[in-house]
């Protein structure tokens, strides 16, 4: 408990704990907590999304050049009742996947950090180890929630921005729009405490990771702006 709370003022004396402890079963606590805050999230935020989800699919199917124009109407009725009254597995699918979003961000990118540190780097890491130090960064996620989930509910919206997406730069929706949104401050502080977390693990100065990370960053946010952009 003590290494879940000084991940985020000492996290170099954390990872180098759990590094010494050398055992993969440290992960599984963070892991579980990251699953319980995203079924909180699913619940404090059920009717906010909802509302979203209307607002997108009635923007989707009225705007769409696919669907007949006396066919609309029919159509978005019927979309606009499965949202509001969702069948129990639709229900279950939801909360499934508000839970595990995380955990599978964690467990994908303890294999990213694996491949940049064993293979671009020529470590010996194991990913058990790495998994651990992931699973502990993940921590931040927790703070970035209890930080956003109350602003989204005050202001009865999804785009709660901290980082350069407060600048309002691009239209919403656009690529411009999604990249500036990704360079989140609570993202790049999850790839500091990477950083660092590998340099532990790897035994070598934090630079030449941080620089790694904040590649993989850039490009990811780049791909995922990209295809978010497609969707808007």
Not at 27 to 32: A, E, N, V
Not at 202 to 208: A, D, H, L, N, T
């Amino acid at each position: 408990m003590n290494n879940l709370i000084n991940v985020f003022l000492e996290p170099r004396d954390v990872f180098t704990s759990l590094n010494e402890r050398n055992n993969w079963k440290d992960s599984i606590l963070p892991i579980i907590i990251t699953a319980v805050v995203g079924l909180v999230s699913m619940v404090a935020l059920g009717e906010l999304l909802t509302e979203v989800q209307i607002q997108q699919t009635e923007k989707y199917i009225m705007g769409s050049s696919q669907i007949a124009d006396d066919q609309k109407e029919e159509i978005l009725a019927e979309s606009l009742e499965n949202i509001s009254d969702p069948s129990t597995g639709m229900v279950m699918i939801g909360y499934a996947t508000s839970a595990l979003s995380t955990p599978v961000r964690i467990l994908l990118m303890s294999l990213m950090i694996m491949i940049i540190g064993n293979f671009f780097f020529g470590g010996k890491s194991s990913y058990g180890n790495i998994l651990v130090m992931t699973s502990f960064t993940y921590m931040i996620t927790i703070l970035e929630a209890l930080v956003k989930i109350p602003l989204m509910i005050s202001q009865w919206r999804v785009n709660i921005h901290t980082g350069l997406g407060l600048l309002g730069i691009g239209e919403e929706g656009s690529f411009l729009y999604n990249f500036m949104s990704g360079m989140d401050l609570f993202a790049f502080w999850r790839v500091i405490a990477l950083a660092i977390g590998m340099s532990v693990l790897y035994r070598r100065e934090v630079k030449p990771f941080m620089i790694a990370l904040g590649i993989y960053w850039i490009m990811q946010t780049t791909f995922f702006s990209f295809i978010g952009s497609l969707f808007t």
